[in-house]
């Protein structure tokens, strides 16, 4: 039987590759050994192992899968790993099935007659687009499936069902390590075309006054002088974060999550974004620098506009100076999603000067390189030296100033400061 995600999707008519088997009525060990008469098998998850088979398809194109017998889960300690797992080839459909977390994950599926199995009414949640839990008891037993009801709410745009959401509610969120909840704000931030739904059931659950008060604080609360229904920072950042979703949509996906984490904290402050990341535990992926680069991003997001409106001052070495802080292209995107999150009648203009701007100087995805280098002044004569750092870089801000176009103007710009400098 296929079960999970794949189901869902396949109801949804979302195409997957997400794919998970559940074997009845055959032992591990025999499953195991028919598995391996198709290709290399990976056994994970101990006694009850999770077989991960890979093999190439008849387009060439490679597909894992993840195949297991059914198998029940108790509470036996505490954390989101502290379960027992107990494997049981001959367990019927519904009572493997009652251990997931909401109904439209509980769907079972059978390739070979096209049959689905449905013991706890989750095509009927999915065409109301509702997530409910299969079972109360088991459902409190494990806090990420919270964060899985804000990820999977916003992705397929469903709302939380109302005992759902009071179980949610109740769940102390302070067993989940840091990866577990990026894992979740992962999928909600880069597999939705609406994360402010998402944000809205986060905020509604709890989710956010308990891992991120930060972000809850931009929603005020009803009590506040100040506080409108309409008008909190919260609502415009939930805006600004659908529009972000069509802005990164051809960019990689280290600089996509880069801009939908910037816009997230745009207007958290400095000091409370760096709070957010490291509840993250984000620093890196796959070796780009996001923390860096939100955080420069949060810092300048509104250099844009500012340039814009002082754009008679502002030079040409104004922008190659802010381009060694931050990347322009990504700080436009942010930007511009931070201006059309105000509303319908909100422009991006500034926004799309700034980075006309910033192409057209070629400095879009970072400042020049120098021209002049220690090597040559070493070349030159030069002693290495404090000395030489500091014309290396008094030579660079000539450059980046136009006073300074090829490795020649910059060696003569270098004898005249050695000159000073040694008066």
Request: proline share 5%; aromatic share 8%; hydrophobic share 45%.
């Amino acid at each position: 039987m296929l079960v999970g995600g794949w189901v869902r999707d396949y109801l949804f008519s979302i195409e997957s590759k997400d794919f998970d088997i559940e074997v009845y009525g055959i032992e591990p060990e025999r499953l195991r050994a028919l598995l391996e008469e198709i290709g290399p098998v990976n056994a994970v998850g101990g006694q009850f192992a999770v077989y991960k088979l890979a093999f190439y398809d008849p387009t060439s194109d490679r597909v894992e899968i993840d195949v297991s017998i059914p198998r029940r889960e108790s509470k036996s300690g505490r954390g989101h790993r502290g379960f027992t797992i107990e494997g049981d080839p001959q367990m019927s459909f519904e009572e493997a099935a009652r251990r997931r977390d909401f109904t439209v994950n509980a769907i079972l599926f059978d390739p070979l007659t096209d049959e689905i199995i449905d013991p706890f009414g989750g095509a009927a949640d999915l065409r109301a687009r509702l997530l409910r839990a299969v079972a109360d008891d088991t459902f409190v037993e494990d806090s990420l499936r919270v964060l899985r009801a804000v990820q999977l709410a916003a992705r397929f745009e469903m709302s939380v069902e109302p005992r759902t959401a009071e179980l949610c509610r109740s769940i102390d969120l302070a067993d989940l390590p840091y990866e577990r909840i990026w894992g979740e704000i992962e999928k909600l931030l880069t597999m939705a075309a609406r994360p402010s739904i998402g944000l809205q059931v986060a905020l509604e659950l709890g989710v956010l006054d308990k891992l991120f008060p930060e972000i809850a604080a931009l929603a005020g609360r009803p009590q506040d002088p100040e506080w409108h229904p309409e008008g909190n920072v919260f609502i415009h950042m939930k805006l600004a974060m659908d529009e972000a979703v069509r802005l990164v949509d051809d960019l990689p996906k280290e600089q996509r999550i880069t801009v939908m984490l910037a816009v997230l904290c745009h207007d958290l402050g400095i000091e409370p974004a760096r709070e957010v990341l490291r509840r993250l535990g984000l620093y890196t992926l796959s070796g780009y620098d996001v923390r860096s680069q939100v955080l420069s991003i949060v810092r300048e997001h509104l250099r844009p506009a500012q340039f814009y409106d002082d754009r008679e001052r502002v030079t040409d070495g104004t922008f190659r100076r802010i381009a060694r802080k931050v990347d322009l292209d990504l700080l436009y995107r942010a930007a511009k999603a931070d201006a059309l999150g105000r509303g319908p009648a909100s422009s991006s203009v500034k926004q799309d000067w700034f980075i006309e701007k910033a192409q057209a100087l070629g400095v879009e995805h970072g400042a020049p390189e120098p021209i002049l280098k220690g090597r040559h002044l070493i070349e030159a004569g030069f002693t290495p030296g404090p000395r030489m750092g500091e014309i290396l870089r008094k030579v660079y801000e000539l450059q980046l100033d136009d006073e300074v176009a090829d490795l020649e103007q910059a060696l003569a710009a270098a004898r005249r400061l050695a000159s000073i400098l040694r008066e």
